[in-house]
């Protein structure tokens, strides 16, 4: 796993691991991830982070049910 020394919160999305679910986007308390129409290898649309809000909170990671998709980079 990559570590990234950041100086604020952040998630990446690995958009070809996603499977569209939409637990992130409704999970995620501050309201930061957001679904788009980009449709992945797999066919399935992906979620992504809107760039900013994120306070590195994981609850995105803990609710996402395929291992890797979601890394958190905490400050
Ligand atoms: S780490 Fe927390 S605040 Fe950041 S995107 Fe995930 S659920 Fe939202
Ligand atoms: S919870 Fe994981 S699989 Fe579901 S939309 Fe979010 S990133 Fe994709």
């Known amino acids: ?4 020394e950041v100086r604020v ?3 990446d999305i690995d958009a ?3 499977k569209g679910c939409v637990l992130c986007v409704t ?3 501050k309201g930061v991830i957001e679904m788009t ?7 399935y649309t992906v979620a992504k982070y809107i ?3 994120c306070t590195g909170c994981a609850i995105c ?3 996402c049910p395929e291992p890797s998709t ?3 980079h905490k400050k």
Not at 1 to 4: F, G, L, S, T, Y
Not at 37 to 43: E, L
Request: net charge negative.
């Open 51 to 53: 760039g900013e809000g």
């Open 37 to 43: 129409d980009t449709i992945n290898h797999m066919g």
């Open 61 to 63: 990671f803990y609710a």
């Open 27 to 29: 999970e995620c308390p």
């Open 16 to 18: 070809e691991l996603c």
């Open 1 to 4: 796993m990559e570590i990234k």
């Open 9 to 11: 919160p952040s998630i």
């Open 70 to 72: 979601i890394v958190v």
